[in-house]
């Protein structure tokens, strides 16, 4: 019995230093991934940049007051992590549902949702984090006519109340 660590899938021989662990600097990011209008995105995790497989990772920033054009990610599945600001998101075949979160929320959207980001702030834009279920960053930029009033949705189970019931 020897004292060697057991490798899987034959990866002992693998350069390691060449193809391990990658740090990607905040301001080394690219921005020269599919944007849509009213928002800045900029890739840190992707094929191209380190050879990601199967997630893509960076950054989105919208400027305050703006908002996005509706728009899907085909099949990907995609998690928003709000850094700084307030984030409103709408969603729906009209954009007819709504939902905003906050530093540290997570935000989850489902393949093919329309959807679209606001800054509900005026006075600081919104900085997030995203992570896409591919390593290519497929955008869908929609032509939708909005409802005027969304309909507000709450995550409700039976430890989070709907906020307006006690």
């Known amino acids: 019995m020897s004292d060697e660590p057991q490798h899987e899938h034959g990866h ?3 350069d390691w230093r060449e193809n391990g662990v990658k740090v990607i600097k905040g301001d080394q990011l690219d921005t020269n991934t599919a944007q849509t209008p009213g928002m800045n995105r900029a890739a840190a995790i ?17 400027h305050p ?3 996005t054009g509706a728009h899907h990610h085909g099949a990907l599945e995609s998690v928003i ?6 984030a409103r998101m709408k969603w729906g075949n009209h954009l007819e549902f709504t939902a905003e ?3 540290g ?3 989850f959207v489902p393949p093919y949702v329309p959807h679209q980001e606001i ?31 969304p309909e507000e ?11 307006h019931q006690h």
Do not use: M
Request: hydrophobic share 45%; glycine share 6%.
């Open 65 to 67: 007051n703006a908002k």
């Open 12 to 14: 002992e021989h693998t």
């Open 105 to 107: 929320d997570f935000i």
């Open 81 to 86: 992590y709000v850094v700084r600001g307030q």
């Open 119 to 149: 800054n509900a702030r005026t006075d600081e834009p919104l900085e997030c984090v995203l992570v896409r279920s591919d390593n290519e960053a497929v955008v869908v930029n929609l032509n939708i006519d909005a409802v005027e009033e």
């Open 101 to 103: 979160a906050g530093p």
């Open 153 to 163: 949705v709450f995550w409700v189970d039976p430890i989070h109340k709907h906020p």
């Open 46 to 62: 992707n094929a191209a940049r380190v050879g990601a497989q199967k997630i893509w990772a960076g950054t989105v920033t919208i």
